[in-house]
Nanobody
Framework: QVRLVESGGGSVQAGGSLRLSCAVS????????VAWFRQAPGKEHEAVAR???????TYTDSVKGRFTISKDNAQNTLHLQMNSLQPEDTAMYYC??????????????????WGQGTQVTVSS
């Protein structure tokens, strides 16, 4: 059984930082696409960052230079370091895993496994 469990969300002021983690069991993330999505109230899911077997990350434009996605293969854990947080980053953040190795998609419906989400709230 595949299980993804996010942690690290919380409330911070603008300019602050948070580090999200996604502990994965029943599935090896080292060779496959994994991603962080977020969903703000009333909005669609947005692929924030994704990384596959190549370990070359892809970011949505609004977080480039502020967020960093990384894999800890030894711990089978995905991280998202978020710096210079802004109120518009407020959302529920989800980690997701896909069976493909390359060409990691930004489409929500192409990911096979999802965590339950962790809330990030940034106040101005």
């Amino acid at each position: 059984q595949v299980r993804l469990v996010e942690s690290g969300g919380g409330s911070v002021q603008a300019g602050g930082s948070l580090r999200l983690s996604c502990a994965v069991s029943g599935y090896t993330i080292s060779s496959n696409c994994v991603a962080w999505f977020r969903q703000a109230p009333g909005k669609e899911h947005e692929a924030v960052a994704r990384i596959g077997r190549s370990r070359i990350p892809t970011y949505t434009d609004s977080v480039k230079g502020r967020f960093t996605i990384s894999k800890d293969n030894a711990q089978n854990t995905l991280h998202l370091q978020m710096n210079s947080l802004q109120p518009e980053d407020t959302a529920m953040y989800y980690c997701a895993a896909d069976k493909r190795e390359y060409g990691c998609s930004a489409r929500k419906d192409e990911y096979d496994y999802w965590g339950q989400g962790t809330q990030v709230t940034v106040s101005s």
